[in-house]
Each structure stands twice: as structure tokens, then as C-alpha cells.
Nanobody
Framework: QVQLVESGGGSVQAGGSLRLGCTAS????????MAWFREAPGKGRQAVAA????????YYADFAKGRFALSQDSAMDILYLQMNNLKPEDTAIYYC??????????????????????WGQGTQVTVSS
């Protein structure tokens, strides 16, 4: 079973930036459909963004458009989530997720929790006002 490990969380003031990273215990695993989710206290797990290497498509939740960006390093061994102009409501634990396919299943599926079978342990992001 693959292990996903998140990094880069921390505390930042509103308007600041953070870059989260996700690595996998299996080489070239990032060629699969990968995503970031988040979970704030008292709220359910919410999709942030997903990338479908097979389809060459990136999906973003509405709140993430224009502020967050997914990218991968040239060896596709690390998935990054660049988060800019952070707001206090972005405070949450951020999780990396994956499915065993290079395709995310289309826009109706890519940003749903049920699409993913592998999950990391999460990294805390705290944004203060």
C-alpha cells in the first residue's frame, strides 16, 4: 500500500502564502490522479484541487480558483499546492489523496471524496487575521 506524506503546513497571517508538498512511497506514483482536500474543525472533508495527468486537466474548487495552484516537479515525484492570499477560513488540516488511475474520472468525480482510495495523514494550516 502506498504511503502519502504531506509537508509544508504551518501558521501564517492573512494575505500570506504557503506551499504544501505531497510525496509518495512508490516511485512515479504522481502519474496517478492526485488531489488535495481539507478539513476544518466541525466541517466535513472538502476538495481543494485535483490533477489528472492522463487527461492533462486540473480541477479547482471555486474558493481555490485564482488563489491556489497545483504543480508537480519535473520528475513527478512531488505534488505541490501553492496557496496565496490566504484567509482565516482557509484554516484546516490539508490532506493529499490519490486514486490508482492517471484519470480522475471527469469534473463530476475529481473533486469528490469517493474518487480517492489513498490518503495522507494531513498537515495543519493555520491562518490568523
Amino acid at each position: 500500500q502506498v504511503q502519502l506524506v504531506e509537508s509544508g503546513g504551518g501558521s501564517v497571517q492573512a494575505g500570506g502564502s504557503l506551499r504544501l508538498g505531497c510525496t509518495a512511497s512508490v516511485a512515479n506514483y504522481m502519474s496517478n490522479c492526485m488531489a488535495w482536500f481539507r478539513e476544518a474543525p466541525g466541517k466535513g472533508r472538502q476538495a481543494v484541487a485535483a490533477i489528472s495527468p492522463g487527461g492533462g486537466i486540473t480541477y479547482y474548487a471555486d474558493f481555490a480558483k485564482g488563489r491556489f495552484a497545483l504543480s508537480q516537479d519535473s520528475a513527478m515525484d512531488i505534488l505541490y499546492l501553492q496557496m496565496n492570499n490566504l484567509k482565516p477560513e482557509d484554516t484546516a488540516i490539508y490532506y493529499c489523496a490519490a486514486r490508482d488511475s492517471p484519470y480522475c474520472g471527469g469534473g463530476d468525480v475529481a473533486l469528490t471524496r469517493r474518487a480517492y482510495t489513498e490518503w495522507g495523514q494531513g498537515t495543519q494550516v493555520t491562518v490568523s487575521s
